[in-house]
């Protein structure tokens, strides 16, 4: 039986992220240490060491959730499509396990994210749940009835890698004829999907395709979109202040992005037909995403009305350590 104290360890690029919870969910203890950089054994010892000094400081062992950049292979055992690839290739719950002497659960980052809002966040009581991080990468995990979908090749949700369905988005006076009707509202179809000169731009991704989402909705990549289009190099954060602040150009971009976002859901919504979507990750703090996307995404869905919910993390940058500690929620 599983301790009514619950340990969850979020593995970030730059830091690991401990949180304890009582048997209720309240948060009583939280340590973070920075993590080591390309160095495999270092990580695993400074997880090891992070829960040793919790278990110590709290006078109990507790249950063990980590969530990860990246998934379990269950064909090998060992970790796969971790963008800290020290990580890639590695028998990391093997080892954790060893260090520990004990049992862990992991999970990718997004599944985590995804788990904590449905448990008891902005998500709470929703039957399926699709989480979504948008930050320097982009992530998907699925929740259904309060358990992570992994899958049979643990990829469940791995929304980042899928090719974006293309717009035009720049010569919208130009590709303005409609192509047919919308299915069930019978509104007319602006060229939704592939178009030539938007696939000539795609990005390559690190993992080797190129137009995958992520280099579409990232960080980086909204940065990116921005100097492709002639702004000027600046921040993410610098270009949503300044479109919020009715910038032309910044505005643009932001407006690409929005209907870029709108699209990628769209998919989500057409396979999965989630109740809700939780946005995380640096993105999910511009406020106008939530008012503005869910009235760009019924164009692109294959329904008469869509009652999907696109809304913000209860617990921000906490819910993916908040979600590994929820992975022993049975």
């Avoid at 203890?29 to 000094?53: C, F, G, N």
């Avoid at 991080?133 to 980042?160: F, S």
Wanted: glycine share 12%.
């Amino acid at each position: 039986m599983a301790s009514p104290l619950r340990f969850g360890v979020d593995l970030g690029g730059s830091k690991i992220e401990l949180i304890a919870l009582d048997a209720g969910g309240q948060e009583i203890l939280r340590r973070r240490v920075p993590t080591p950089q390309d160095d495999y054994l270092a990580t695993v010892a400074a997880i090891a060491a992070l829960i040793h000094q919790a278990e110590f400081e709290l006078g109990q062992t507790a249950s063990i959730g980590i969530g990860t950049p990246g998934a379990v292979s269950p064909a090998s055992g060992r970790m796969k499509n971790c963008n800290s690839t020290c990580l890639n290739g590695r028998p990391l719950q093997e080892d954790l396990e060893r260090a520990l002497n004990g049992n862990v659960r992991l999970a990718n980052d997004a599944n985590c994210l995804a788990l904590s809002e449905a448990v008891d966040g902005s998500a709470a009581g929703a039957d399926t749940v699709f989480g979504v991080i948008l930050g320097t990468g982009v992530g998907g995990g699925v929740v259904v009835r309060g358990h992570v979908l992994t899958g049979a090749n643990a990829i469940a949700g791995e929304w980042g890698h899928s090719p974006l369905p293309y717009f035009q988005f720049a010569h919208a006076q130009a590709d303005r004829a409609p192509t047919g009707q919308h299915p069930a509202t019978g509104e007319a179809i602006l060229h939704p999907w592939p178009s030539p000169r938007e696939l000539d731009a795609a990005p390559t991704c690190y993992c080797g395709k190129r137009g995958c989402i992520e280099t579409w909705l990232s960080g980086p990549a909204l940065a990116a979109d921005h100097v492709r289009y002639g702004g000027e190099d600046l921040p993410t954060h610098e270009i949503v202040q300044l479109a919020n602040a009715g910038y032309g150009p910044c505005s643009a971009t932001l407006a690409r992005y929005e209907e870029r976002l709108a699209r990628a859901l769209a998919g989500v919504i057409n396979l999965l037909d989630p109740d809700v979507i939780v946005l995380g990750g640096g993105l999910s703090n511009i406020a106008r995403l939530y008012d503005t996307v869910p009235r760009l995404w019924p164009r692109y869905v294959f329904s008469d009305r869509v009652d999907t919910k696109l809304v913000p993390p209860t617990f921000g940058d906490s819910s993916g350590v908040r979600g590994a500690a929820w992975l022993w929620n049975d």
